[in-house]
Antibody, heavy 121, light 106 residues
């Protein structure tokens, strides 16, 4: 079964850190481009970060640049998001998603169930 | 940054109705646009890619169209299981989502 399972969310104080993980199964993770997308309570979707299969290209949204670090371990079929200097506005459900790139399109075709991050004192 | 504007933000329609959502990009994105469905408490699901291509396994009552800056998403005959929020997403320059359209049954 094709699956992404996030973990590591929780309650953290402003200025604190948290590391999210995403475990992949059922597809070839090592050749897949991966992303983090977040959704603040009651709001829409916001792309956070992207990493290519070999970690050669990494991108961040301006809202998290300099504070968040995306990484992956292809041997463990795992994606990570290290979040530092957390702010209240980082409170959201964080989803990992596979980016499928073909000659016919570019889309996030596999999503995890999400993990909730709450930043509050 | 490319901004995506969806309308309406919410709509209420009857079972069997034709429902249309629009998405406007702040600049030309050719056909680099996807549509997702998100049911309450669930992850988004890809429905349409490249503006008009139906993802495998998605019912044919869903369709998409448009190019450049103006796009449409249509449900030809609304079903109770279609209750969800729908998002457009551009991938011409990184990735940006529209603010979503919540679809409810009247």
């Amino acid at each position: 079964e094709v699956q992404l399972v996030e973990s590591g969310g929780g309650l953290v104080k402003p200025g604190g850190s948290l590391r999210l993980s995403c475990a992949a199964s059922g597809f070839t993770f090592s050749t897949s481009r991966m992303n983090w997308v977040r959704q603040a309570p009651g709001t829409g979707l916001e792309w956070v970060s992207s990493i290519r299969s070999s970690s050669s290209n990494i991108y961040y949204a301006d809202s998290v640049k300099g504070r968040f670090t995306i990484s992956r371990d292809n041997a463990k079929n795992s994606l990570y998001l290290q979040m530092n200097s957390l702010r209240a506005e980082d409170t959201a459900v964080y989803y990992c998603a596979r980016r499928r790139v073909t000659p016919h399109g570019d889309a996030f075709d596999i999503w995890g169930q999400g993990t909730m991050v709450t930043v509050s004192s | 940054d490319i901004q995506m504007t969806q309308s309406p933000s919410s709509l209420s329609a009857s079972v069997g109705d034709r429902v249309t959502i629009t998405c406007q990009a702040s600049q030309d994105i050719t056909n680099y646009l996807n549509w997702y469905q998100q049911k309450p408490g669930k992850a988004p699901k890809l429905l349409i890619y490249d503006a008009s291509n139906l993802e495998t396994g998605v019912p044919s009552r869903f369709s998409g169209g448009g190019s450049g800056t103006d796009f449409t998403f249509t449900i030809s005959s609304l079903q109770p299981e279609d209750i969800a929020t729908y998002y457009c997403q551009q991938y011409d320059n990184f990735w940006t989502f529209g603010q979503g359209t919540k679809v409810e049954i009247k």
